[in-house]
């Protein structure tokens, strides 16, 4: 028989249960305690859980429903809600159906609605998957297929491409995407594009490899490869920064940093006309726009690492190109687009013919300063330049302290420093100077110090200011400089010389291409011929009030009170013609009209209607009907013809009528 059962006191089996439940109770309480801290608040009304078998060890949780609100401080971090709730024994809780919604320390959240989740309680974190939604303040809308919230919910990420809306008014896409809730900021990374919508007023649309959206400043930050599309204008650079306006397509300021390209489309004063266009480079640029912003109230490009600040424009009647380049541009606009350009520092202003840089240097100028002003076509037309202007063009170089160019009309007007004119043949100095380039010519106003010269041979032609070395120097009131035809005009107060030679008169034209020198008004030319056989003074000096030299028929032509020094002798009439022998000597003087000579050593004058001097052979004749000679005793001789010997001081009359002569022949 089997032993009797032994009789265990109630107590002590009382003791055991007691110890069991008090075990539990402290278990629980402890958990509890860890519930509570996580902020683990019961739903209101929830489906009863169904605890699963034994066999099934993944899942330990299976629930119709889910709702959980995760809190920091008493302030709701984000809250998790589920069609269906799933729990594993790693913690993690699988959703479908899901909603998240994030808050934020203002108030405001972002909710995610997704088909899929899995939450971990521990991290504090939510993966959501399949057709996920994402709305925030201000409109935000965002698409993706995967989406990770953390850090406490201040953080959500999208490793897959996701596409965005804002506002109704942007929309855009990315490879993958990062939110910082607190901060809201939008990290958007991998082919990023940001476009208005259909029917803006001016659409926009920005490309680039990452940006960056600081929502609550209205800041967009993009880098790599960024482009810029606003209406008719676009830019591209590596890094750039938009500030926009309450309506979100609507731009503020821009700055671009870092190889910046980009064009200008300036409307057209024509309606039925095309838009004119600039194009531009620079370091960087900082844009402008108005209230509305449709149009660009300001733009200014910077210089940097080694690349300058460009501005370029075609001209539509040539196809020129036309560019401005400097440290810094700042371009002003009007209702009518881009009206002003204002650059400093190493400003070059340059014209090419073509469309291209690469083409023919037409023009080029460089200064410190310079102001440009665009015409309705968007070419740069009118060109101000200020301190140490440096102007070429035609093989001239005119350097001033100012400048103004005006292009359209191929003329260039230049003040102060003095201006000073060089070329290979000459060179002018004068307060101002106006350059023209249809007929390639240079007007000097104001006083005028002209430098003239020629590495092939004579500075200016004929014999005179030829004595001496060095160039030809030239003062006049105002001189014009016709380049193509080699050809100077001076006018007021001209003085020109060259070592002892001389030329003073109101006007004198130099005109090397044609081998002709003239002057006119109040003519006075000292020059010293050469090939004369005397040992003195060898100075001719001639006043007229008009001079001639022809060098094709080597004459010198002296018209109006010709008066005649040289030294031995004087001679006057109406009109003196130098014969000149192939080395530039004087073969022959022939005065016509009220010919007159002095020979002041021996007290002699003659007058006839035409004298011819022999500088070989010193010999004066002159002709006449009738000749007529006195000297200092008041004796006359009259003949038709006199021969004047001026080394022997003699005279011979031939062929005089008796009846005319009154003295002794041959005196």
């Avoid at 003095?418 to 390639?440: H, M, T, Y």
């Avoid at 007007?443 to 041979?457: C, E, K």
Wanted: aromatic share 6%; proline share 5%.
């Amino acid at each position: 028989m089997p032993a009797p059962r032994r009789k265990v006191p109630i107590l002590v089996r009382l003791r055991g249960t007691i110890l069991t439940l008090a075990i539990l109770l402290t278990m629980a309480l402890i958990g509890l305690y860890y519930f509570g801290r996580a902020g683990l608040q019961s739903p209101t009304e929830l489906p009863r859980e169904e605890v699963l078998p034994p066999e099934e060890e993944e899942v330990t949780t299976l629930s119709k429903g889910f709702d959980y609100t995760q809190y920091e401080d008493d302030r709701k971090v984000f809250r998790v809600r589920g069609a269906t709730y799933r729990a594993d024994r790693e913690g993690l809780a699988h959703l479908e159906d899901v909603a998240i919604e994030l808050f934020r320390r203002d108030g405001e959240s972002f909710q995610a609605l997704s088909q899929q989740a899995t939450y971990d309680q521990g991290a504090a974190a939510a993966e959501l998957s399949g057709e996920v939604h994402l709305t925030g303040p201000r409109g935000l809308e965002l698409w993706t297929e995967e989406l990770t919230v953390g850090e406490q919910g201040e953080r959500v990420l999208s490793p897959v491409p996701v596409r965005f809306e804002y506002q109704g008014k942007l929309r855009g896409s990315a490879d993958n995407m990062r939110v910082e809730i607190p901060a809201e900021l939008f990290l958007l990374q991998g082919n990023l594009t940001i476009r208005s919508m259909p029917g803006a007023e001016v659409p926009m649309q920005l490309t680039a490899q990452r940006g960056f959206m600081e929502q609550a400043e209205r800041t967009l930050r993009a880098e790599g490869g960024v482009r810029l599309e606003h209406g008719g204008d676009w830019l591209e650079c590596l890094r750039l920064i938009a500030y926009l306006a309450d309506d979100a397509d609507v731009l503020r300021f821009v700055r671009a940093k870092w190889q910046v390209v980009g064009a200008l489309s300036v409307p057209p004063e024509d309606p039925q006309s095309p838009p004119g266009r600039m194009e531009y480079s620079a370091g960087g640029l900082a844009a402008l726009f108005d209230e509305s912003g449709e149009n660009i109230q300001s733009l200014e490009l910077e210089g940097g690492s080694g690349q300058p600040a460009d501005l370029r424009s075609i001209d539509p009647a040539t196809g020129h190109l036309r560019r401005i380049t400097a440290n810094l541009i700042h371009s002003g606009f009007s209702g009518q687009g881009l009206e002003t350009v204002q650059a400093e520092g190493q400003v070059r202003m340059a014209e090419f013919a073509g469309p291209e840089p690469t083409g023919e240097l037409v023009r080029e100028a460089r200064s410190e300063r310079a102001t440009a002003s665009v015409d309705a076509s968007g070419a740069i037309s009118d060109v101000r330049l200020d301190q140490a202007v440096d102007f070429r063009e035609a093989a001239v170089r005119i350097t001033s302290n100012q400048a103004r160019v005006r292009m359209n009309e191929g003329e260039a007007e230049f003040i102060g420093g003095p201006v000073q004119v060089l070329g290979e043949r000459g060179e002018l100095k004068a307060p101002r100077v106006l350059f023209q380039r249809e007929d390639n010519r240079v007007h000097a106003q104001d006083g005028v110090r002209a430098v003239l010269s020629s590495p092939q041979g004579s500075a200016v032609p004929g014999p005179l200011l030829n004595s001496g070395e060095g160039p030809v120097y030239v003062d006049s009131e105002e001189a014009f400089w016709h380049r193509d035809e080699d050809l100077f005009v001076f006018r007021g107060a001209v003085r020109a010389w060259r070592g002892r030679d001389l030329l003073l008169a109101q006007e004198a034209e130099v005109n090397r291409a044609g081998d002709r020198l003239r002057a006119s008004g109040g003519v006075k030319t000292v020059w010293h011929p050469e090939a004369r056989q005397r040992t003195e003074a060898d100075t001719l000096e001639v006043d007229a009030q008009r001079f001639d030299y022809d060098g094709a028929n080597q004459r010198l032509v002296y018209q109006g009170k010709v008066k005649v020094d040289d030294g031995l002798y004087r001679m006057a009439c109406d009109e003196a013609q130098i014969d000149l022998l192939e080395d530039g000597g004087m073969e022959r003087l022939n005065c016509t009209g009220a010919a007159r000579l002095e020979d002041p050593a021996q007290g002699r004058v003659v007058e006839g209607s035409r004298a011819v001097y022999d500088p070989g052979v010193e010999i004066v004749e002159v002709y006449g009907d009738p000749v007529i000679m006195k000297d200092r005793e008041g004796s006359e001789l009259k003949g038709r013809e006199l021969v004047y010997r001026l080394q022997q001081g003699t005279v011979e009359f031939r062929s005089a009528k008796p009846d005319e002569a009154s003295g002794e022949e041959g005196r």
